[in-house]
T-cell receptor, first 112, second 116 residues
Framework: KAGVTQTPRYLIKTRGQQVTLSCSPISGHRSVSWYQQTPGQGLQFLFEYFSETQRNKGNFPGRFSGRQFSNSRSEMNVSTLELGDSALYLC???FGRGREQYFGPGTRLTVT | SQQGEEDPQALSIQEGENATMNCSYKTSINNLQWYRQNSGRGLVHLILIRSNEREKHSGRLRVTLDTSKKSSSLLITASRAADTASYFCATDPNMNYGGSQGNLIFGKGTKLSVKP
């Protein structure tokens, strides 16, 4: 069974721009969550989606948004990029709450 | 905010030795999961232990959970150089009325170095 895939793997953007990251979950998984990893803050939860509905949201500004499609694929968008948004963005999929979350390889975003 | 706190922050051992990492957390949990991460790459799921379980094994891995002390440990037996990585515990907190909250809360990890 194919794992979680994320595209692109690497991105370099300029302050003020916006970016869209994509995640394809493991086949059969309907839940997708997003996490941000930085050296200073570690791994922090961004969003949780299930059946196209956002069910939970972490403590991030409104510049961070996401959505999930009917095929369970998910995208997250960051608008008006700031230097502090440079991070590894990780997507995880699972069958649902309380189950194992399997992570993709991540998208490394660098904001200059 | 971080819920899990791994201990130690870094651990260096020789191949063949056992490695033990500990994790403490603060709130009621649905389950606790351990992950491995190699040099800023994706997280590899190792094991999930539910709040009503005390011990779980998977290959060379042994995980224990003590909900009364809000702590867990991961033991890797007969370590190999390929086990060199960062290890994270992640708690799945309960909602006020019970049931998973849906988000994992990670600790800062233990950096394990296994020397050949």
């Amino acid at each position: 069974k194919a794992g979680v895939t994320q595209t692109p793997r690497y991105l370099i953007k300029t302050r003020g721009q916006q970016v869209t990251l994509s995640c394809s979950p493991i086949s059969g998984h309907r839940s997708v969550s997003w996490y941000q990893q930085t050296p200073g803050q570690g791994l922090q939860f961004l969003f949780e989606y299930f059946s196209e509905t956002q069910r939970n949201k972490g403590n991030f500004p409104g510049r961070f948004s996401g959505r999930q499609f009917s095929n369970s694929r998910s995208e997250m968008n960051v608008s008006t990029l700031e230097l502090g948004d440079s991070a590894l963005y990780l997507c995880a999929s699972s069958f649902g709450r309380g189950r194992e979350q399997y992570f993709g390889p991540g998208t490394r975003l660098t904001v200059t | 905010s971080q819920q899990g706190e791994e201990d130690p922050q870094a651990l260096s051992i020789q191949e063949g030795e056992n490695a033990t990492m500990n994790c403490s957390y603060k709130t009621s949990i649905n389950n606790l999961q351990w992950y491995r991460q190699n040099s800023g790459r994706g997280l590899v799921h190792l094991i999930l232990i539910r709040s009503n379980e005390r011990e779980k094994h998977s290959g060379r891995l042994r995980v224990t959970l003590d909900t009364s002390k809000k702590s867990s440990s991961l033991l890797i037996t007969a370590s190999r150089a390929a086990d060199t990585a960062s290890y994270f515990c992640a708690t799945d907190p309960n909602m006020n009325y019970g049931g998973s909250q849906g988000n994992l809360i990670f600790g800062k990890g233990t950096k394990l170095s296994v020397k050949p």
